[in-house]
């Protein structure tokens, strides 16, 4: 596709024996909410990791917004655009929720090689913070420490902060991993409120949440592709059904 | 910080009129002893609060950080030696070398984390130590007077005490307010985010390394200026000021007053070196009773008492002596504060 946001081709990753991706091909158009989904181990968070430049591939490219992003380090696609939010939560837990966010828009506003004004009340850092954190639902909690916080908050401190540097694409792995259903409800509605405004790739679990949500899935099996299209088609897909054979999840979200 | 007034803005406010009324108190009293030992506290303290702002805030554990007091004291002594004898020149000087210092170790050891960074900064500390030793010409292990003190023409007359001790003071309330605005912006945003979690700073856009070698440097400097006013002070300088102990009372002094707290290693320089002064004679007249004649004797093992000492208060006080204050904040009628960050 040559409209593409990010066009990954031929993605390859070892580790000594485990092939965690293999071939990997994927295409995501602005605007979509691409879901990946697929068995444990089958090599999602490696996938998501090599988007963030966290890992590098051993082979393959990976193209985001025309350029070719296959070799350059964390910290520059981050600045270009490309938001992650973790799966195991990685937050500034000794610092205050607002703080969390602050140092979010802050990657995004230039150089920090500012040593005398007070960051906290700059407002060129609070407002886009504190708006942030309100489209989360935590306004209130932002003087509280993050340690404090629940886990659920935890991971809504986490899209905040994917929010606060005003991304082109939301790299979401397993947002909603240890909610409850509460929780898991809200981020739902909060995911349904950001999709077409930005585009995000979906790693989740919680199949109910990825039919509910995605444009289109793919779908990973021991780090291949083994089906990739739109939710229905999925759903209807013979192979994928193989994969997930007993899987609890695949009966719930389509015995309804 | 809380502006409201609590127990511990009450204390800390009493240290720092404390420390600027000292001289007075010392020429009513005329004990020339204390303001020795003031000065002595105050130099310290200022190297203590240049550690706090890489380790406290920056959580690197620097272990060398003592080479940086040795640099500069060397430097200006060095200077004096070959007879450049002006502070114009000695003091720059000093922040100059250390600097340099500080950008060849600080590049070197901040790509590492954990066990190999604390090497490699206790690493470069020794090599300090070790060409001090060998340098003949200025006296090798038996270190080199400082003939006069740094002279600042005809402005400042340092081998006046209280103006030295003035100086000396002065350059720590700089350092304070430096490390307070600078902890406060920007740049010590992103140092505490370092601290927490560096992974996840450059996850979000931040090319940490650079900002953790500007502290670094910074904190290089800080330490080089407070190891020319050793010099001054002693009028003497030797290897012996950069082994690898004294980077570890530097570290006492930090984790001992509060980690991360802007006042914090300005207590724990206080604490240090009261109990080293004190605690022998202290021991010696709580073993008299007891045992006359062995009373002078066991004040010498004082840094037995002293390691377990430190030992609690920093296990039981999680925070230091700040975080003990704060502590006491909350329980004490009549002030609130919330936890700071
Ligand atoms: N750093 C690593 N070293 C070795 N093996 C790894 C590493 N990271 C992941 N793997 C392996 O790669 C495979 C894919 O893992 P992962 O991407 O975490 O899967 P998923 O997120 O889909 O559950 C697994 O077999 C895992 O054990
Ligand atoms: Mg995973």
């Known amino acids: 596709m040559a409209d593409a946001l990010l066009q990954v081709a031929g993605l390859s990753k070892r580790f ?5 991706s293999d071939a990997i091909d994927l295409d995501v158009v602005p605007g979509e909410l691409h879901a990946v989904i697929g068995p444990n181990g089958a090599g999602k968070t490696t996938l998501i990791a090599q988007l963030t430049g966290q890992l590098h591939a051993d082979s393959g490219t990976i193209r985001f917004a025309e350029s070719d992003i296959t070799k350059m380090p964390m910290y520059e696609r981050s600045l270009i655009g ?8 990685s937050l500034f837990l000794d610092l205050t929720v607002l703080e969390n966010v602050l140092l979010a828009v802050q990657a995004h506003a230039g150089h920090s090689f500012r040593f005398w004004s007070d960051a906290r009340s700059d407002a060129a850092l609070r407002e886009p913070a504190m708006a942030a954190l309100a489209r989360v639902g935590l306004a209130d909690r932002a003087l509280q420490r993050a340690s404090a916080l629940s886990h659920g908050e935890h991971r809504q ?10 991304p082109r694409m939301l790299l979401l792995d397993e947002p909603m991993a240890g909610m409850g259903p509460d929780e898991s409800a809200r981020m739902v509605a909060m995911l349904r409120e950001l999709k077409g405004g930005l585009t995000i790739l979906l790693v989740e679990h919680d199949m109910e949440a990825v039919f509910a949500l995605a444009d289109r899935i793919t779908v990973l099996v021991y780090g291949r592709v083994i089906a990739s299209g739109r939710p229905e088609e999925i759903r209807a897909n013979a192979e994928v059904r193989r994969a997930y054979l007993g899987e609890g999840d695949w009966e719930r979200a389509h015995a309804r | 910080m809380s502006r409201s007034f609590t127990f511990r803005n009450g204390v800390i406010a009493a240290l720092l009129l404390v420390l600027i009324l000292l001289p007075a108190y010392v020429m009513l009293t005329g004990d020339r002893f204390l303001l ?9 303290a200022m190297a203590a609060v240049s550690l706090n702002l890489i380790l406290g805030y920056g959580g690197m554990m620097s272990f060398g950080h003592a080479a940086y007091l040795g640099i500069g004291g060397y430097t200006a002594a060095i200077l004096c030696f ?3 004898q002006s502070g114009f020149v000695q003091w720059p000087a000093a922040i100059a ?6 950008l060849v170790v600080g590049a070197l050891s901040l790509r590492t984390r954990g066990v190999y960074f604390i090497m490699i900064t206790l690493a470069f500390a020794q090599m300090a130590y070790y060409l ?9 292990d038996d270190g080199l007077a400082m003939e006069s003190r740094s002279q600042f023409a005809g402005l400042l007359n340092l081998s006046n005490k209280t103006t030295f001790y003035y100086v000396c003071l002065a350059l720590l309330f700089a350092s304070l307010f430096l490390v307070w605005r600078m902890t406060n912006s920007r740049f010590g945003l992103v140092l505490q985010g370092v601290r927490s979690n560096e992974t996840r700073m450059r996850a979000i856009g931040f090319p940490t390394f650079r900002y953790k070698l500007a502290a670094f440097v910074i904190a290089g400097v800080m330490c080089g200026l407070s190891g020319a006013l050793i010099a001054n002070h002693t009028d003497f300088v030797s290897p012996a000021m950069m082994f690898w102990t004294r980077s570890g009372d530097l570290m006492v002094m930090v984790v001992l007053g509060g980690m991360g707290t802007l006042f914090g290693p300005v207590f724990g320089a206080l604490a240090l070196l009261f109990l080293e002064q004190f605690l022998p004679a202290m021991i010696s007249a709580m073993v008299r009773p007891f045992n006359p004649a062995g009373a002078a004797k066991a004040g010498e093992y004082w840094q037995i008492v002293l390691g377990p000492l430190l030992l609690i208060i920093v296990l039981f006080a999680r925070g230091g002596i700040d975080g003990l204050l704060g502590t006491l904040s909350r329980h004490l009628p009549g002030s609130s504060e919330r936890g700071h960050g």
Not at chain 1, 82 to 89: C, M, P, V, Y
């Open chain 2, 97 to 102: 070398v250390s600097a340099l210092f500080a």
């Open chain 2, 36 to 44: 020795t030992l003031f000065t002595r506290i105050v130099i310290l």
């Open chain 1, 16 to 20: 000594g024996g485990i092939v965690a």
């Open chain 1, 82 to 89: 490309l938001a992650r939010s973790f799966q195991i939560t």
């Open chain 2, 82 to 84: 070959e007879g450049i």
């Open chain 1, 157 to 166: 401190i986490e899209l905040a902060m994917a929010l606060a540097g005003k």
């Open chain 2, 132 to 140: 001090a030793s060998g340098m003949a010409r200025y006296g090798g």
